[in-house]
């Protein structure tokens, strides 16, 4: 199943000056994506995935648990090796991690023994940045999401709503051209779950960053996205490729709106039904 798509919503990037990262690119390309896993690779996970991602799309995957979204995030950021095809951001093959797309996790995973803005000024320091240009990105990007002032805290002082925002912060500090979200907010409250929702919009239509974004919620999706991809049940493959229509910005109260509702009915539908065909596959087993 081939899906390609033409940027016809990605944001325009705001704040132009001689203190703004350089301009990314970030068009992604799966190429008929094969992933098997388990012993002797016998468990077909991802099955043919064809898909375009254009620079500076806002892209959220949505399926029943156990369908490989996780995997096909994982895939693109050279965490998992695939079996067959290929997967490419602006051309370039990937077959491992790299810097140029930054992850965040559910969890945040930051280092407990470095302060806020040490954790985010590490990528750049890796990278080879001098230790003052690193803590400016560091603390530029932590004035983008709300806590220039928790730059010297340390992670274990800060809410989970914050730490995730941190997160969001340090896979940015390397100015990737891809930022890869699996299910980022699924821990959070429904009020922080909101919060940050806007936060990471608000991040966004600032820098232009391409997103990948796994989520199981229906309502995150349509809120957040250019455009919502519908996995199927094992092995993963994509069913359905939806347009997110709504104009931007998005307000809180865009859940009531006629359009909202008629694609939220449309992947209830999908989900639903993938569901009860993955349950009924976990019973054959």
Not at 32 to 48: H, M, N
Not at 61 to 87: D, E, H, Q, W, Y
Not at 144 to 162: A, I
Request: include cysteine; glycine fraction near 10%; hydrophobic fraction near 40%.
């Amino acid at each position: 199943m081939n899906l390609h798509h033409r940027a016809s919503t990605a944001p325009e990037r705001r704040g132009a000056g001689p203190e703004m990262l350089e301009p990314r690119s970030g068009n992604v390309s799966f190429q008929e994506v094969t992933v098997r896993l388990g012993v002797r690779a016998q468990r077909l996970i991802l099955d043919r995935i064809s898909l375009n991602i254009p620079s500076g799309q806002f892209v959220c995957v949505l399926g029943p648990s156990g369908c490989g979204k996780s995997t096909l995030l994982n895939a693109l950021a050279g965490f998992v090796m695939t079996s067959g095809g290929r997967i490419a951001v602006d051309g370039d093959t990937i077959t491992t991690p790299g810097a140029d797309r930054g992850v965040v996790f559910q969890e945040p995973t930051l280092f407990p023994w470095k302060t806020v803005l040490a954790n985010v000024s590490l990528g750049p320091l890796l990278a080879g940045a001098a230790s003052n240009e690193a803590e400016r990105i560091g603390r530029k990007l932590l004035g983008r999401v709300g806590l220039s002032s928790r730059c010297e805290s340390f992670p274990k002082h800060l809410s989970g709503g914050m730490q995730q925002r941190v997160g969001i912060a340090r896979a940015l500090a390397n100015n990737p051209r891809v930022l890869l979200m699996d299910e980022p907010f699924g821990a959070l409250d429904a009020q922080i779950r909101s919060m940050m929702q806007h936060v990471l919009l608000d991040v966004w239509a600032e820098v232009g960053v391409t997103v990948l974004f796994v989520t199981h919620d229906i309502d995150e999706a349509i809120t957040l996205g250019d455009r919502i991809l519908i996995m199927g049940a094992s092995p993963g493959r994509i069913i359905d490729d939806i347009a997110v229509p709504i104009a931007r910005p998005r307000a809180d109260d865009v859940i009531f709106l006629p359009e909202f509702n008629h694609i939220k009915r449309r992947c209830f539908d999908h989900i639903r039904r993938e569901s009860i065909s993955a349950f009924a596959q976990q019973d054959e087993v």
